[in-house]
């Protein structure tokens, strides 16, 4: 069982930036594969970005077209807590911001956006950028 903790939500204007965290408790090590998602009201939950953790083979990222260049995520497995790096932001970036995971995924690099995919969630963190 692995239990997931957002924070770093906010409000912003348009181009400024903000740093989302996510804390995983868990008996077990750090979920292999985690991900960061966003929904509004009304409207399907989005894939925003995902990672990979490998040791010290270097983790994998993906990212939604919308977010590449602007986002950046990460994880410290040390602290249990994965990242999300959002630089440039536009108003289209609101929303409620979720932390997902998963122990393992196969062919994880086709689904790695997919909500479906995970199986751990957290409870959210809104997002609100003012333009």
């Known amino acids: 069982q692995v239990q997931l903790v957002e924070s770093g939500g906010g409000s912003v204007q348009a181009g400024g930036s903000l740093r989302l965290s996510c804390a995983a408790s868990?008996?077990?090590?750090?979920?292999?594969?985690m991900a960061w998602f966003r929904q509004n009201p009304g409207k399907q939950r989005e894939g925003v970005a995902a990672v990979e953790g490998n040791g010290i083979g270097g983790d994998s990222t993906r990212y939604a077209d919308s977010v590449k260049g602007r986002f950046i995520i990460s994880r410290d497995d040390a602290k249990n807590t994965m990242y999300l790096q959002m630089n440039s932001l536009k108003a289209e970036d609101t929303a409620m911001y979720y932390c997902?995971?998963?122990?393992?995924?196969?062919?994880?690099?086709?689904?790695?956006?997919?909500?479906?995919?995970?199986?751990?969630w957290g409870q959210g963190t809104q997002v609100t950028v003012s333009s």
């Open positions: 997902a995971a998963a122990s393992s995924l196969w062919d994880w690099s086709r689904i790695a956006l997919r909500p479906a995919a995970y199986k751990f």
């Open positions: 868990t008996s077990a090590e750090s979920p292999r594969h």
